[in-house]
Each structure stands twice: as structure tokens, then as C-alpha cells.
């Protein structure tokens, strides 16, 4: 059985620019929840989202945004990147809202 | 306010040696306790979880415990290898919140 499977695994983008990051849970996970992890820090919670609908919002800016799909599976919408937007961006999905978090094995996120 | 304090930050072991890395949480009312192994660059992978009535469980040189009652839990490395270098976190879910509460982890170093 596939884990949680997060894409691109790496890339590298200029000051200004978009990028969508995309997550697939594990089949039957309805939940899928996303992370930012700056370098020597722990994961931050960006959003979470639970058959289809959000139902939390980490202390991200706007320029912040994720979408569910009717499959369960996610994008997370960075614009206008900043430097400090460089991380590990973490999907997790569960198959509720509270137990058993699987992580993706992440994006790492370089802006230039 | 939710928080999960881990101890050391950061340590180093003997190839062989065992170790006990600790967690203190304040997160209430209390759900269940994850330990994950995060390798650097990589998503965190699951070592445990426990749920209120658990006080130890086990995954072969990893042994995880928790005392409620103190919201203390602690992580034991038996017989260390190379392979155990790696950042390891505490992370408490609360039954009435769904973000996780990550510790800042523990840095863990085997040395031949």
C-alpha cells in the first residue's frame, strides 16, 4: 500500500514566482494536513483539510492557500515567494481528524 | 495554551550505547503521543503512538513510555547504530484540536 506521496521532491524558484506543491494521502485518508519545516526548527502547521473542507488555518499569510480534491488528494499554493518561504513543506493525511498522522517524505522548497 | 518541551536538544552516543531522550507536554485534554525519526531533509516516520491507557510500547530497539498522570514520556534507543543519527520528535494531538503540537525534537548523533 502506497504512503503519502508528495511532488515535486525538490525545486527551486525565484522571489516573486508561484508554486503549487501536491500531496496524495493514503488511500482511504480523508484527512490530508500541511507543514512548513525551516531548517533546524519543527514542523509548523500551514492548513488541514477533512473531506474536502478546511478546517484550520496555522498563522500563514494569505499569499497561503490549499485545495482538497473529491479523491482526497492536495495542492498547497505559495504566491509572490519570499526568501524565507525555503523550506521542507510536510503533507501528513489521516484517516480522521485526530489519529495515526502519516507524513510524506516532504518538498524541499528553495527560493533564490 | 498547547506546548511540548523535548530534552536534550541535541546529544551524542557511542555506537552501541543506549540512550533516553525526554518530552513534556502540557497539551490537554490529552488525545495520544507520537514519536517520530526524522532523517535530515526528510519527512518524519513513525516510531509510536499512545493513546491514554499506554504506558510503554515497543518497535524493536525503540521502546516509548508514558505517565499521564506527570505528561511526561520519554524515548528509549537500545544498542544504538549509525543508522539511528537522526532528529526525533514528540508530537501530542489533543481529542478537541486537530493540529498537532510538535516539540522541537532531539538531535541524536552516533558515533563509531
Known amino acids: 500500500d502506497a504512503g503519502v506521496t508528495q511532488s515535486p521532491t525538490h525545486l527551486i524558484k525565484t522571489r516573486g514566482q508561484q508554486v503549487t506543491l501536491r500531496c496524495s494521502p493514503i488511500?482511504?485518508?480523508?484527512?490530508v494536513s500541511w507543514y512548513q519545516q525551516v531548517l533546524g526548527q519543527g514542523p509548523q502547521f500551514i492548513f488541514q483539510y477533512y473531506e474536502k473542507e478546511e478546517r484550520g488555518r496555522g498563522n500563514f499569510p494569505d499569499r497561503f492557500s490549499a485545495r482538497q480534491f473529491p479523491n482526497y488528494s492536495s495542492e498547497l499554493n505559495v504566491n509572490a515567494l519570499l526568501l524565507g518561504d525555503s523550506a521542507l513543506y510536510l503533507c501528513?493525511?489521516?484517516?480522521?481528524?485526530?489519529?495515526?498522522?502519516?507524513f510524506g517524505s516532504g518538498t524541499r522548497l528553495t527560493v533564490v | 495554551k498547547n506546548q511540548v518541551e523535548q530534552s536534550p536538544q541535541s546529544l551524542i552516543i557511542l555506537e552501541g550505547k543506549n540512550c533516553t531522550l525526554q518530552c513534556n507536554y502540557t497539551v490537554s485534554p490529552f488525545s495520544n503521543l507520537r514519536w517520530y525519526k526524522q532523517d535530515t531533509g526528510r519527512g518524519p516516520v513513525s516510531l509510536t503512538i499512545?493513546?491514554?491507557?499506554?504506558n510503554t510500547k515497543s518497535n524493536g530497539r525503540y521502546t516509548a513510555t508514558l505517565d499521564a498522570d506527570t505528561k511526561q514520556s520519554s524515548l528509549h534507543i537500545t544498542a544504538s547504530q549509525l543508522s539511528d543519527s537522526a532528529s526525533y520528535i514528540c508530537v501530542v494531538s489533543a481529542t478537541d484540536d486537530y493540529k498537532l503540537s510538535f516539540g522541537a525534537g532531539t538531535t541524536v548523533t552516533v558515533r563509531a
Open positions: 501528513a493525511s489521516s484517516p480522521d481528524n485526530y489519529y495515526g498522522y502519516t
Open positions: 488511500s482511504g485518508h480523508k484527512s
Open positions: 499512545m493513546t491514554f491507557s499506554e
